[in-house]
């Protein structure tokens, strides 16, 4: 993804990944509860995939999670 936030939506996608499987669901569970493709999801999700992600999708995917909104913007240093 060429822009200036590439490693923003990295570590949202890592972090989706990471309470997903914290609460033990699939890609496939995950998507069945947010409504959305497991396609889109996975491209979420994945490192240095560009993507397209609606705040209603990441406000579902939280609410799936149940976790703040704010927990999927957490940036961890490396």
Avoid at 8 to 33: D, F, H, S, V
Avoid at 63 to 69: F, H, K, N, R, T
């Amino acid at each position: 993804m060429a822009n200036k936030h590439s490693s923003k939506y990295t570590q949202m996608g890592l972090n989706i990944a990471y309470y997903r499987k914290l609460k033990g669901l699939t890609q496939e569970a995950l998507c069945e509860i947010v409504d959305i493709s497991r396609t889109h999801l996975s491209n979420i999700e994945a490192p240095n995939v560009e993507k397209n992600v609606s705040l209603e999708v990441l406000f579902d995917i939280a609410d799936a999670l149940d976790i703040s909104p704010s927990t999927l913007f957490e940036l961890r240093s490396k």
